[in-house]
Structures are given as structure tokens and as C-alpha cells.
């Protein structure tokens, strides 16, 4: 196990910096210099300070020189201060956005794969039925509806109609002043909207997955032989196939990540949540550099570490990677 | 003040903007309990703040906030009279050069320093210090000298007479005791500010919202409201559902908003809309360097072919009024007689081809020495009305053969990567209407050089010294025959197209009490808004 | 490839045809074929004329989806909608059909050390939120329909190389490639001949699913204000400008928001139907 996990640790290594050089590719394609859009900022700016934070950003050096500067400093985590007007630190910035985004996608995640789970095997046993096809066009539909026209009929209906739920933000006013778990119930409240916006949208995916995962285990021989061993249909489908089909399944865990952040820019932005989809939107709209590039890179990191614990989770439940075929 | 003049207009809310003299529309108002101190106001805004030191901000939410935390030397009174603030009362000298400012004693720092001249003298220096990234060092490089002969007095002493120096000096105080000697663009005061005002930082939770509580040592008094709450929205769809929800008590309503969806009893019951004329104007402006635009024909052809009435009809729903220039009607600098360009698409085909342009093509779009007549309109993102306008526009241009294209922008971005690099061809923005009426930062053919107004690069040698000549006396009937003349000049010149002065439209819960609409909209008397007993919300 | 034909003949379509929501979802792409092509024929009025004094207006003879914010006719552009949306999603899901196809064919084709690279850039590209990656670049660039259709396709070909690829690696030892290697045939007409055609199926799959999601991209976009820009019509610019008006002009945002629901539903739909058809496992 330990020798499958220095492997796994050592394949990070070589993604980690494609991802970087792709980030770093990505935006010095854009038109303009990064110091351009920095030193516009102040009026005074004279050709000779705009040299100095060019050579102070390493940019009157060759590309691949400028890469590796940039990389070094990566590698611990600074990505710079944001040409935003506040000029704080790139990190800091994402720090006290990232828990937000985070937490919010690992509990449309952990939904996700509870409700997806279940209606894929059960699609499967019912398959061709009535269930079946009403299961397919009701997780479709979630795939299908653009997530912000949703979110604004549901805060709509739920939040100004009925008065039942909050339609914004993290936290009502006077939050504060709540006892522990009153201030976690209306933390709740406030999340019930977004999280099943965002469940509701990635349902399709994963349940359909499941279901012919599902079904193309029923089909194996040792099903069959299960079946002719005259155990119960609950236990061959539940104990056996269940089992094997769930294994492909954790594999997904990693990769729903980069969809589930990348749609967070949607619902940030409707919700009023502070987090990282939010924070990018607004980087990338005034061309804050650092800020995106940072971003960029953190969010794929997240994915890398995501794709990790999934694997390590495969590992886990299936021996024969543990004992090294893989 | 130069840069805010433009920055005003940013958000979709008009909320903090003056109005003309006429009567704003007074709502019945239910029977008030006695003041009271207590509650919230919370505010909803579509930005954040991007830094709580004013002179380094060029953002409206940044000054929407920072107005409540810091007070400047004089202020507009309700009336849009300049009153004292921090200074209790001046004296001009007989040559109209120097100013002596007699401060206000026993005004405290919200950290409990006491506040001196030294605070004036401070903020004075670091505006003008070439090293601040600040621009609005413009009307305070007219100051020859300035000095602080004791705690309580400050004195300035102008090289030339500048008809707008008492005004510039609303600008926000900061503190010296917390500033001096140190690197303004790093302070810790961005994100908590120190100020004298009416509300205290309390808190800046990033992306959510920024309290501020009532000061009760103000020296104009405790205000009633204890917390003023800006919540951060990025979506107007949000935000108008959460004022319906109560999640916030007040914000500009856009005319379909006013005009078409709150006139409903429930609405009317829980809501106190206010309707007044903004001091402020939407143009069309052009890149004059641009080749495109340099022959006049060409700019009064587009005046032409556009309907400034449609416009006011279809995208303010009637709540607000055409322009004609860059001074609101009624005011004095403004003069009725100038004659604009009325809606007349044939005259301007007329004007596109005295200026040599021809329909050659088969796509019906002019040319002219083989360059097909097509530009591109910029404009802000988070302002609805100015991209609506923006399309009509392109529609009606299209008609006379010009083809349009529109491209909508962050803020920021918009003006470090477009408007100061010179990089557009047209754009349409917004410029608050000045009290004092010297516009010469905009249109001085001196101001084009790089974060300067004059972006268009507008140059017109008559324009140049009626501008000087106004800002150099004191003689409103000599001022006034030089601002006439300047818009004489400007209609025919057509540098912008003018195109329309919109309304503010705030909604406010009807909780509130204590509000009286005046000259200056709503929010210049906020310390004195209440909500009784027995209404408060919050705790 | 007679095999290939009579195959598709006969068992896919005997296959295809009793699945009932994939016929629903074929028939609904059929329909706005049909629709953006007719388009000038079946609108009663001009996508761009505006009426600056009927604004707003709800649904009456005149305006069957009544009237948007500057006065044009919903329906009209709705219709007209269909165009953008089907132009973003073909040209897109083609650009990442093409690149995924030739990265696949050559990796698996190829294998050794030019399959590890493509597939570990495979593997990095699959590691970023694809949508971040796409919002960068167009606020960066501007946000023209065809950087908007290049990009998406830029960052969503690595499903494709993938399927091309596995399909590669089977059939590369199955005997008809074989023989034909033995033949003398050049590695190219291999490719073209033998193993393209077979690799085909779950590309078009994964295409049909891809137009989908361009369309929910595109209309996420205008969301932000980088999608589409006016004057052109597209549903997600339609329903945006829609969106402040949820409860009181809803059929702004009722229409183009049913319009992209039903098209991606269908192609959903229909993308699971081929799958379906072309499942050699999934034998009745």
C-alpha cells in the first residue's frame, strides 16, 4: 500500500507542472502585458518605474526563464499580490474563499452520490419500465434547465412567494448573536437552495453511469450464478452486484470536482455566496492576472488531491490494486 | 472630486445622487411614532468596495461606503448649499485667494484621538504626493500654499482664483495621526477604516457585507439607525427578490421596476418609493483622434439618426429626460436657448455624405476610401440602462448605414485597458453634474494626458479659454455668459452625443421614518432616520 | 465496411426505434433543423426590430411570446435563437471531435511514449474546471461567437481522445487490421479504413451529448454577460435579459429557458438512445 501510494505521489508531480505551465500559457496569451494593466492603475507611472516592475516581475526576461520564477514561487504557495486596488496577497484572498466553495461542493458531492446511487440501481432493476424512463427524463432535466433560471424560480417561489426559505447570502443579519446550533440551522437554511440547484444539475451524469455499470454486472456470469444458487433476487442485486458496481463508481469521485467548482461561478453569483467561483468571475473580468492564475492553479490542485483520495479509496476497496497489478 | 464625477454612476443605484429643485414626488406618509434609536438599514449593492480610503478609491461602492465613515471640510446642506462640516465656519479673503477654514473643536477620531488641523494639512499633502495613486489631486494642485497656523485653523492660499475651491475641499479628511509617515497604499485602514463620521467600521466580512455602527460621540449627535449593513449581491435579479423578501430595505429600483412591477398594494404597504431627477447625464462619446470621427458632420450625422425620445421612452420607461448638454435644465449655468440636432435620419444621410461617405456595398453599410463605416460602443457592466441604449442605438445607426458593435466591460478593466490606453472608438458613459459648474477637467484640451478626463481628446481653443475664464472669477453673471457660450459650442461641435438625464428611483422599507426628499434625494439627512419602537427589526 | 452498414441497418435502427424517448429526442432536433433554417418564413417579425414604446409586452395575437425589454417579438427571436444554439454546439462538439479524434487515433495508434504524453496532457486538461478555463479566455480575448465556439471546443475534446483511443487499442490486434497490415497497407488507410469507421459510434455519442452541453455553456456565459452579444439572439442572452423579470415579464424567461431545456433534453436523450442502439452488449 505504501509503495502504491509513493507511485501515486511521485504521477502527481509531472501533472502538477503541465498544469502549471498550461495555466501560465493560458494567460500570457492574452493580449496586453500583466504590468500594463497594473501600472495603469497609477497616473504617475513614468517609463522608468514601469521598467522597474517589469524587471521586478521578471518580465524582461526570456518566457521560460519568466515560467521558472514564476513556478518557484508556486511551489510555496505564493502566487503574488492581486492588481485588484486592494493589492493583497493572492493567497490570502483565496484562503478566506476556499472553505465556502469547498464545503458547499462536498456537500452537493456527498448528495450527489447518495441520491444518484440509489435511482441508477434502481433504473437498473426496472429497466425499460415506466420508472425507468420517468427516472431518465427527471435526472435529464436537472442536466438540462440552466442552473441560474432555476435558482431564480426556486428563490422566487420558495424565498418571496412562500417566505419559507432565505434567497441569499451565508448567514442571516444577527446571526451572530445565536446559540451554536441556531446559528448552524440558519447556516442550513441558507444552503438548502444552492446545494440543490447544484445537486439537482449533476444527478444525470453519475445515476446514468450507475446504471449500466449496474446492468452490465447483472449480465456476468457470476451473477447468473448466484441467481442459480437460488439466492434471494434482494441479495444477489444488493450483496453482489451492488458491490462490484459501486467500484468503477468511486473513480468519478474525483473527476465530478473541476465541474462541480467550475459551475460555482454560476450559483456563487446568483446566491450571493462568497467563494472561489465568485472570486474568479471578478478576477477574470478585471483582468486581475495573479489572481486567475492563482485560482486556476489551486482549483486544479484540488482535483489532482481529489483524484487521489479517490484512488486511494479504489485501492482500499479493491485488493488486487493494493497488491500492485496497478 | 474629478474622477467621482464619472464614478458616481457606476452601480445601478442612484441612491446617494442629488436631484434638481423641483419637488421630488412626496409619498403619503403613515402616522410616525417618536424617534427612536435602534435597527438597521440595510443596503444591497451589486460591487464591493475595493478600498474604505477615499482618495485612493474609484469606485461608487467604495465611496458609498466610506461617505459614513469620514466627513470632509464642507458639505451640499439638503438645499445643495455648501455648509461647514468638519469646519465650523470660513472666511475668503477680498481677492477671493485665500480660504480660512476655522475647524469644529471637540470632534473625535472614532478611535478617540481628537481631530486637528493637522488631519487637513495631512490629507492635503498625501492627495498631492505624486507618489499616491489617488485622482483627485487635480483642483488641489491649485493650491499655492497651505498651512496650519494652530490645532483649529487651516489656511489655503490659491495661486489665481479657482471659482471651485470651496467645493473641492468636501473632499473626505483622513487621519493623520494613524497615516503619517507611512505607506498609504499598504495601510490597514483599506479594510478598517479610522474616520470622524456619522457610523464606525465595525466589520468587512469579504464578499458578504461591511456594518458600520452609529458613532455616538458624532457631533452632530447619535444618529437613530445603530448599523448601517452593506450586503454584497452581484446579481440585480437577486437583490430585487430580497428587497421583496426583506433580506434588504432599500435600493434603486430600475424604471421597468419603478414604472411596472411595484405598484402592487403589498408593495405600496411595505415600500416608500421616491422619484427625483439624478445630477447626472448618459452620453455617447466618441475617440475624436479616431479617424472616424474626426469631421464634425460625422458625430452631428449620428446625433441625427438618433432618437433621443425613444431612448428616454424605452429604456427609462419615461423616468427621466432627454440631454442637450452637460448641465441638468433649471439650473443657472444651463442654457435653454442652444439648439440640438432633433431626430432626422434623412438629414443625417445628408451629413454622412457631405462627409464623403457612400453606399457602395451590398450590405447597405457606408464606405469611404474603402473603409467600411464600423465601430464599437463600449460600455460598463451592471448598468442595464446604458447597454438597452447601447442597442437601440446600434439599431438606429444601422439605418443610416453605419454598423455598431457593442462590447460590454468590467469597471476596472474598462478604464485601465480602455479608456486611459485610448483603445475605443465610442463609448457610452455617465458624468455627474458638478454643483459648482466648472467642467474644465472634461473638456480643457490640457486634460487629455493618461487617467485624465478629457478621454476623448476634445480640442476647441474658444472652449479652452471660456473654460479658464469661468473657473477664474467669482462673477456668476460672467461665469454664466461663458458656460452658455461653451454649450453653443459643444452643439454644434457634438463631441458627445447627449443623450439623457435619468431618475433616481430608491425604494426604502416604510419602516424608516424621518425621511424628507429634497434638492439633495434622500439619503443627505440619514443620521436623522428612525424607525419607532415598536417597527425595529433587528434586535 | 459492409459489415459496418448492414449492421447499422438492421440492428441499430430495429434497436433505436423502440426506444421511445430517444425517437422523442431525435424528432425534437429534427424539428429545430427544420426551424432555424425556415426561420425568415415562419417569424412574423425581424429579430432586431425594436419598439421602444411596446416594451415588455405579454403574449397577445400580435406577439405570440409577447415583447422584451427594448420591444423586439420573443418568439421571433427565440427562433432565431435556434440557430446560435445549434451553430455553438456543431461548430464547438466538431472542433472537439477533431482534435479529440486525432490525439486519440495516434495515441492508441502510436502507443508508447507519444500515447503517455498525450494522455497525461489528457489527464491535466480533465484536471481544470473546464469552465474556468473557458471564462478566462473570453474575458481575456472578447467575447465573439466564434472564440466563444473555439474555446469550448479547446477544452472539451479529452472525452473523445479517450473513447478513440480505447476503441484504437481493441480493434488494433482484432484480425481484419490484422490482415489488412498484412495486406501491405499503409498505416493511414488502416486508420481511415478500418478503424475509423469503427471507432465512429461512441464518438458520435459522446458528440450528440457534447452539443448539449455547449449550449448550457453558452447560455452560462451570457449569464455572466460574456456570452453571445447583441444584437444577435441567443437563448442564453434572451433569458438573461429575462431573468429580473421572473415573476412579472415571465415569458421572457420562460421561453428560451423551455427552449434550451427541451433541445438539451432531447439531445441527451438521443445521445442515450444511439448508446443504447449501439451497445452490442446490451442484447436483447
Sequence with gaps: MTAYLLKRLLAMIPLMLGITLITFVVIRLAPGEPVEAMTALSPKITAETRQRLREFYGLDKPLHVQYVTWLKKVATFDFGRSFAPDHRPVTDKIRERIPVTLSLNIIALILEFGLAIPIGVFAATHRDTLYDKGITVFVFLGFAVPTFWLALLLMYFFGVKLGWLPISGLHSLGSEGLSPLSWFGDL????????????????????????????????????????????????????????????????????SLPGLI?????????????????????????????????????????????????DICYAVADPRIRQGRG | MSWRRLLCLVSLMFLVSCSDGSAPTAPTRRAAGPPAYGDALVVGSIGEPSTL?????????????????????????????????????????????????????????????????????????????????????????????????????????????????????????????????????????????????????????????????????????????????????????????????????MMGLSPVQFARQTDTP???????????????????????????????????????????????????????????????????????????????????????????????????ILEKDGRRFSFTILTNQGNDQRIKTAQIIQRRLRAVGIEVKIRVLEWASFLTNFIDKRNFEAVILAWTIPQD????????????????????????????????????????????????????????????????????????????????????????DFIHWYVPKEEQLHQ | MALCESWLYTVFWRRFRHNRLAIAGGGVVLLLFLLSVLAPYITPW????????????????????????????????????????????????????????????????????????????????????????????????????????????????????????????????????????????????????????????????SATLGVAGAILTESALSFLGIGVQPPTPSWGNILTAGKDYVEFAWWLSLFPGLAILVTVLAYNLLGEGIRDALDPRLNR
Excluded at chain 2, 454649450?487 to 426604502?508: H, K, M
Excluded at chain 3, 405570440?64 to 440557430?83: H, I, S
Design chain 1, 188 to 255: 442550513l437554511k441558507h444552503l438548502i437552495l444552492p446545494v440543490s440547484v447544484a445537486t439537482f444539475g449533476s444527478l444525470a451524469g453519475l445515476s446514468r453511469y450507475m446504471r449500466s455499470t449496474m446492468l452490465e454486472v447483472i449480465r456476468q456470469d457470476y451473477i447468473t450464478n448466484a441467481r442459480a444458487k437460488g439466492l434471494a433476487e434482494r441479495t444477489v442485486i444488493y450483496r453482489h452486484a451492488l458491490r462490484n458496481a459501486l467500484l468503477p463508481v468511486i473513480t468519478l469521485l474525483g473527476f
Design chain 1, 262 to 310: 467550475g459551475g460555482s461561478v454560476i450559483f456563487e453569483t446568483i446566491f450571493a455566496i462568497p467563494g472561489m467561483g465568485q472570486l474568479f468571475y471578478q478576477g477574470v473580468m478585471a483582468r486581475d492576472y495573479p489572481l486567475v492564475m492563482g485560482i486556476l492553479v489551486i482549483g486544479a490542485f484540488l482535483t489532482l488531491v481529489g483524484n487521489l483520495l479517490a
Design chain 2, 53 to 249: 480610503i477615499p482618495i485612493l478609491a474609484s469606485d461608487s461602492p467604495s465611496h458609498e461606503v466610506a461617505g459614513w465613515v469620514y466627513n470632509g471640510l464642507v458639505e451640499y446642506d439638503k438645499d445643495l448649499k455648501l455648509v461647514g462640516d468638519l469646519a465650523r465656519s470660513w472666511d475668503v479673503s477680498p481677492d477671493g485667494l485665500t480660504i480660512t477654514f476655522h475647524l469644529r473643536r471637540g470632534v473625535k477620531w472614532h478611535d478617540g484621538a481628537d481631530f486637528t488641523s493637522r488631519d487637513v494639512l495631512y490629507t492635503y499633502r498625501v492627495t498631492i504626493d505624486p507618489r499616491t495613486p489617488t485622482a483627485y489631486a487635480e483642483d488641489f494642485k491649485q493650491v499655492r500654499k497651505a498651512e496650519a497656523p494652530d490645532p483649529y485653523t487651516f489656511r489655503v492660499t490659491y495661486g489665481k482664483p479657482f471659482a471651485p475651491a470651496l467645493a473641492s475641499w468636501g473632499m473626505n479628511i483622513l487621519p493623520a495621526h494613524l497615516l503619517e509617515g507611512k505607506d498609504i497604499t499598504r495601510s490597514e485602514l483599506a479594510r478598517r477604516p479610522v474616520g470622524t463620521g456619522p457610523y464606525r467600521f465595525k466589520e468587512w466580512i469579504a464578499g458578504q457585507k461591511i456594518v458600520l455602527e452609529s458613532f455616538h460621540d458624532y457631533f452632530e449627535g447619535r444618529p437613530y439607525v445603530d448599523r448601517y449593513i452593506y450586503r454584497i449581491i452581484p446579481d440585480s435579479a437577486t437583490m430585487y427578490l430580497e428587497l421583496k423578501a426583506g433580506g434588504i430595505d
Design chain 2, 266 to 364: 403589498d408593495f405600496r404597504a411595505r415600500f416608500v418609493k421616491y422619484r427625483y431627477p439624478s445630477f447626472s447625464y448618459t452620453y455617447l462619446g466618441y475617440n475624436l483622434k479616431n479617424p472616424l470621427f474626426t469631421d464634425r458632420r460625422v458625430r452631428q450625422a449620428i446625433t441625427c439618426a438618433i432618437s433621443k425620445d425613444e431612448i428616454v421612452h424605452g429604456v427609462l420607461l419615461g423616468l427621466g429626460q432627454a440631454a442637450h448638454g452637460p448641465y441638468k435644465p433649471g439650473t443657472w449655468a444651463y442654457n435653454p436657448n442652444v439648439n440640438d440636432f432633433g431626430y432626422d435620419p434623412a438629414r443625417a444621410r445628408t451629413l454622412l455624405a457631405e462627409a464623403g461617405w457612400r453606399e457602395t456595398g451590398s450590405d447597405g
Design chain 2, 437 to 524: 459648474p466648472d467642467i474644465f477637467d472634461i473638456w480643457d484640451s490640457g486634460k487629455t494626458g493618461p487617467k485624465e478626463l478629457n478621454f476623448i481628446g476634445y480640442s476647441n481653443p474658444e472652449v479652452d479659454r471660456l473654460l479658464e475664464e469661468g473657473r477664474r472669477t467669482f462673477d456668476q453673471e460672467k461665469r454664466r455668459r461663458c458656460y452658455w457660450r461653451i454649450q453653443e459650442i459643444l452643439a454644434r461641435d457634438q463631441p458627445y452625443t447627449f443623450l439623457y438625464v435619468p431618475d433616481s428611483l430608491p425604494a426604502v422599507s416604510s419602516r424608516f421614518r424621518g425621511i424628507e426628499p429634497a434638492p439633495a434625494g434622500i439619503m443627505y
Design chain 3, 46 to 205: 425581424e429579430p432586431g426590430a425594436i419598439d421602444a414604446y411596446h416594451v415588455l409586452l405579454p403574449p397577445s395575437p400580435d406577439h405570440w411570446f409577447g415583447t422584451d425589454e427594448l420591444g423586439r417579438d420573443v418568439f421571433t427571436r427565440v427562433v432565431y435563437g435556434a440557430r446560435i444554439s445549434l451553430k455553438v454546439g456543431f461548430v464547438s462538439v466538431g472542433i472537439a471531435v477533431a482534435i479529440g479524434t486525432v490525439l486519440g487515433l495516434v495515441s492508441g495508434f502510436y502507443g508508447g511514449v507519444v500515447d503517455t504524453v498525450i494522455m497525461r496532457f489528457v489527464d491535466i486538461m480533465l484536471c481544470f474546471p473546464t469552465f474556468f478555463l473557458i471564462l478566462a479566455v473570453i474575458a481575456f480575448l472578447e467575447p465573439d461567437i466564434w472564440y466563444i465556439m473555439a474555446i469550448i471546443g479547446l477544452t472539451g475534446w479529452m472525452g473523445v481522445a479517450r473513447l478513440v483511443r480505447a476503441e484504437v487499442l481493441s480493434l488494433r490486434e482484432r484480425d481484419f487490421v490484422l490482415a489488412a497490415r498484412a495486406l501491405g497497407a499503409s498505416d493511414l488507410r488502416i486508420i481511415f479504413r478500418h478503424i475509423l469507421p469503427n471507432a465512429a459510434s461512441p464518438v458520435l455519442v
